[in-house]
């Protein structure tokens, strides 16, 4: 399980953390309310494009073997790999999950983007800029 947030409500709790004086030395976690499943995501993302979505799940070995590869290979290139072994810590783990509860009680910290609304933008973007 995950938690997925829009960049408009990372923005939102830390505005709120650097602005109330109650966050001062404090920690809060910004996310969302509730945990999404990795196949819950990609189900969504594949709705909301109009396709038929396609779950592979992937040992982690294999995970770990390209996540070497490709950081080794970008040792050579000018740009850094998108997949590197720090990414494979996130896309391995079976959950990452933290409550908001301190953020929404002594903040007031609530999202306000919906995970539909947020994937429904994002692939807006990506077509508009002809990813997709």
């Given amino acids: 399980m995950n938690q997925i ?3 408009y409500d990372i923005a939102a709790g830390i505005e709120l953390g650097l ?12 996310g969302s309310e509730r945990q999404y499943g990795w ?18 799940p992937i040992p982690h070995i294999s995970v ?3 996540a070497g590869l490709a950081e080794f ?7 850094p790999s998108v997949m590197n072994w720090e990414k494979r810590l996130d896309l391995t783990q079976p959950n990452w999950t933290l409550s908001i509860e301190r953020a929404h ?27 997709l």
């Fill in 5 to 7: 947030a829009h960049v």
């Fill in 19 to 30: 602005t109330k004086p109650e966050a001062k030395n404090r920690t809060f976690y910004i």
């Fill in 39 to 56: 196949r819950e995501l990609s189900d969504l993302a594949a709705k909301l494009m109009g396709r038929r979505g396609l779950f592979v």
């Fill in 64 to 66: 770990s073997l390209i």
């Fill in 73 to 79: 290979t970008s040792l050579f290139k000018k740009k």
């Fill in 105 to 131: 009680k002594e903040l007031g910290y609530t999202p306000v983007v919906g995970v539909k609304e947020g994937f429904e933008e994002t692939i807006n973007w990506y077509r508009e800029q002809k990813w």
